[in-house]
Every structure is written in C-alpha cells, then in structure tokens.
C-alpha cells in the first residue's frame, strides 16, 4: 500500500526518473542500502522500488508507530520499529533476518538518521552505523547500494522551510532520481563492513546526483 501511495503521490511533486547498474539485482533476501537526506527521500526511494516491481519491508523509527492510522498501516505490512537507543533496538535487526529468512527484501538507512544541514544541497552519505553490517553478515544477504538525489530540493532545513518546499514542489518540480548500484557482499569486522557498504551507496548516490544534476541543468 505504502509502494503505491508513494508512486502516486511522488509525481505530484517532482519529476523521478530511476537508472540501475548492468550488474545491479534486487534479488529475494537481499538488504536494500540507501542514503538518507530529507524527510521527504523514504517516499521517494518507495516510489522508485515500487516502479522496479520491488515491495520492501522497512526499518523506520518506531515513533512512526504512534501516529494514528500510519502506525496500523506499517504494522500491516511487516514493515519493522526501530527503537534508537533502547535495549530493544537490536528486536528490529532480528525481525528483519526473518523477513529476509522468507525471500522480503529489506531497506534500512546505513546512516541511522538525517544530516544535520539546513541547506537544500546534496552531500555524500554520512558514516554508517554497524547495523546494516551485523545483519548482513547475520544472514549472508548481499547488499543492494540505492542512492537517491532531489529529495532536499523537496525538503530540508528547519520546520517552516520544509513546508515552503513541500507547497512550491508542485510548481517548481524538482528534478528527482534513484539509481541501483550493483550488490556487495560485506564479509570481516563490523568497522570495515560499514566503510564498505558506505561507500557502495555513496558511488550509487553520486550516479544519482550526477543523473538529477544534468536535468537541473538549464538547457542551452
């Protein structure tokens, strides 16, 4: 449900094209990798997925849970609670090996949270956190690097900017863009793992900025 909301409601704000690797596979039981910028790029990223024929399950912070009517649609759909520094934030790594167990593909933010930037430009993705690494190595899952660019043009910085950009989107139509990179295996310590996979999204972020650049681009 969420895919589809996504894909209908993307289009009303900006332009999202998608490109993917020759080499890149969204296999059952792979670990879906993306950078995390805008309150706005999860919609995005879904949309993109959706398009693909790709319907994840989600590692999102469990506050999400508690917002009426969301919180039962999320539950619905095994998508999976985080809850970001509490004993029971390693309960959200062992729902997602299950999901994985059963051939879902799952997406979880390396980074583990947004940037602190008020700016609406793009940036590399941030260090990750051990999380995604443990789980791979947990399962054997490879890892699938998905880099998104535009979503800051949608939203960034404080509260009152962030609705300025989601009421201009429609007219201004920023130009968004999702590339699949192809997938890595994270094998050794957790440390080196995450550098890793880090980089992985960031090569597939910068392909996606790149794509969203030449269309931000005037035309001469």
């Excluded at 167990?101 to 051990?130: C, K, M, W």
Aim: cysteine-free.
């Amino acid at each position: 449900m969420l895919g589809r909301i996504a894909t209908t409601v993307v289009p009303l704000f900006g332009t999202l094209t998608i490109s993917t690797d020759d080499r890149a596979e969204l296999a059952p039981g792979s670990i879906v990798a993306a950078n995390h910028t805008s309150l706005a790029d999860p919609a995005v990223v879904l949309a993109a997925l959706h398009r693909l024929g790709v319907r994840p399950v989600v590692l999102a912070t469990a506050g999400l849970w508690r917002i009426p009517g969301l919180g039962r649609a999320l539950e619905r759909e095994g998508h999976i609670p985080v809850h970001r520094g509490t004993r029971r934030a390693a309960e959200s790594l062992d729902a997602a090996a299950q999901a994985l167990a059963s051939g879902r593909l799952v997406l979880i933010y390396g980074e583990g949270g947004l940037p602190h930037r008020r700016d609406a430009g793009e940036a590399a993705p941030g260090t990750f956190r051990s999380g995604l690494a443990r789980l791979a190595q947990a399962t054997g899952a490879p890892v699938v690097p998905l880099g998104q660019a535009g979503a800051r043009r949608l939203s960034s910085g404080n509260s009152a900017k962030q609705l300025a950009g989601i009421l201009t989107a429609p007219l201004r139509r920023p130009a968004l863009h999702v590339h699949v990179g192809p997938p890595v295996r994270l094998t050794g310590d957790p440390g080196p793992a995450s550098a890793t996979a880090q980089q992985a999204v960031a090569a597939a972020w910068r392909q996606a900025a790149e794509h969203a650049a030449e269309r931000w681009r005037p035309a001469r």
